[in-house]
Structures are given as C-alpha cells and as structure tokens.
Nanobody
C-alpha cells in the first residue's frame, strides 16, 4: 500500500557530501515515522536516523554531527544530508516508513553509497 523510492546515492571521496531523498506514495497514514537505515556487505542493517510526522528526530551516534535528517510533509519526502563522509559509511541506504497505528513497515529498494579515494 506504500511505495518508497530512494535516490541520491553515488561515489564520493572521504570528506565529501551527499544528499539522499526518499519519496513515499500510496496509502500513508497521518501518524508515521520515516527514516534511513543502512547495510554494508556481511553486516546487519542498522539505523541511521528517523523523523516522525511531527518532526521529532532520532539519530545514531555514528551519524551525529555529520548527518541531518529532514522531511517535507507536503511531498511525503524525507532527506538525509550526509557530510564529512567516511569509508565506513559505505553501504546500501534504505528508506523506511512505519505507521504508528498498526505498526506496518515499508522499505525502499535502497541506494548505494560508496565512500572511497
């Protein structure tokens, strides 16, 4: 019922920046949380940052001070501004939406972020 499409990934050098975007469409309930997760090869998927429909944010320690999550409710779009990128940030980044009322979750297909010289 909900579709998520990520964009903005790519190859950057250490210290560089990228901005990821995720557009949600379909039957989106008013009360929901959107966020970014990432998964590197051979590792478990981990939370990067989340933002509620009311604007409250939660950011992983590894991303604090470097990454900023934001959203445009009118467009059902969430962004992740990534600065001071490190090689350990290399992963597939997935967009997530969770409805508060029924706890249903939806995932995008992911976008690759590679940080390398």
């Amino acid at each position: 019922q909900v579709q998520l499409v990520e964009s903005g990934g790519g190859l950057v050098q250490p210290g560089g920046s990228l901005r990821l975007s995720c557009v949600a469409s379909g039957s989106i309930f008013r009360l929901h949380v959107m966020g970014w997760y990432r998964q590197a090869p051979g590792k478990e998927r981990e939370l990067v940052a989340t933002i509620s429909s009311g604007g409250s944010t939660n950011t992983a320690d590894s991303a604090k001070g470097r990454f900023t999550i934001s959203r445009d409710n009118a467009k059902n779009t969430v962004y992740l501004q990534m600065n001071s990128l490190k090689p350990e940030d290399t992963a597939v980044y997935y967009c997530n939406l969770r409805h508060i009322t029924n706890r249903a979750e939806y995932w995008g297909q992911g976008t690759q972020v590679t940080v390398s010289s």
